[in-house]
T-cell receptor, first 113, second 115 residues
Framework: QQQVKQSPQSLIVQKGGISIINCAYE??????FPWYQQFPGKGPALLIA?????SEKKEGRFTISFNKSAKQFSLHIMDSQPGDSATYFC????????????FGPGTSLSVIP | DGGITQSPKYLFRKEGQNVTLSCEQN?????MYWYRQDPGQGLRLIYY???????QKGDIAEGYSVSREKKESFPLTVTSAQKNPTAFYLC??????????????FGPGTRLTVL
């Protein structure tokens, strides 16, 4: 019940296209869903996050869509650029156990010119 | 310049040796964490600490030890009991506000290789 599933494992998108990464969770106590971006050899950095009281959050080219009833959330990267090539992790956590974040296995995104 | 620093960036260990990975933060965060990252497996929690002089085991604590003598420092020791220590180790910190979720900030990582 603590698992966060993420798909696809890897993704190749052409420059200017839309990248979509999907995540699903089981634990209904989760109430915070961040996305992290990690470049090779670097630590993950927070990209965007959402709480379940909204269905969508947009920051620049990055949008999180959240479906509370389906327990699914997704990251959309509009106008994908080669500089977006990185590994993306979705995550989930609960205010009742603030010290523990459950990460998805990651998606390796390659944006080709 | 605030942030989390980890050292060394690369570390090589011989079989049977203990090694210590350093993690320092100047963000004035109460909570600190250690994760292990293996290819295709995401991040797995080793240990976490909510306050000074207190820490808890994560999902894969066997073969690791930590200390939290200062708020800004949370070193991780990989002992000889850890059978497969080759991995990328990430330290993180957060405000650690009780009863709420807060964002974790990660350091640049240490890549440990057992020779």
């Amino acid at each position: 019940q603590q698992q966060v599933k993420q798909s696809p494992q890897s993704l190749i998108v052409q420059k200017g296209g839309i990248s979509i990464i999907n995540c699903a969770y089981e634990n209904t106590a989760f109430d915070y869903f961040p996305w992290y971006q990690q470049f090779p050899g670097k630590g993950p950095a927070l990209l965007i996050a959402i709480r379940p009281d909204v269905s969508e959050k947009k920051e620049g080219r990055f949008t999180i869509s959240f479906n509370k009833s389906a327990k699914q959330f997704s990251l959309h990267i509009m106008d994908s650029q080669p500089g977006d090539s990185a590994t993306y992790f979705c995550a989930a956590s609960s205010g009742t156990s603030y010290d523990k974040v459950i990460f998805g296995p990651g998606t390796s995104l390659s944006v080709i010119p | 310049d605030g942030g989390i620093t980890q050292s060394p960036k690369y570390l090589f260990r011989k079989e049977g040796q203990n090694v210590t990975l350093s993690c320092e933060q100047n963000l004035n965060h109460d909570a600190m964490y250690w994760y292990r990252q293996d290819p295709g497996q995401g991040l797995r929690l080793i240990y976490y600490s909510q306050i000074v002089n207190d820490f808890q085991k994560g999902d894969i604590a066997e073969g690791y030890s930590v200390s939290r003598e200062k708020k800004e420092s949370f070193p991780l020791t990989v002992t000889s009991a850890q059978k497969n220590p080759t991995a990328f180790y990430l330290c993180a910190s957060s405000l650690g506000l009780a009863g709420t979720t807060d964002t974790q900030y990660f350091g640049p990582g240490t890549r440990l290789t057992v020779l």
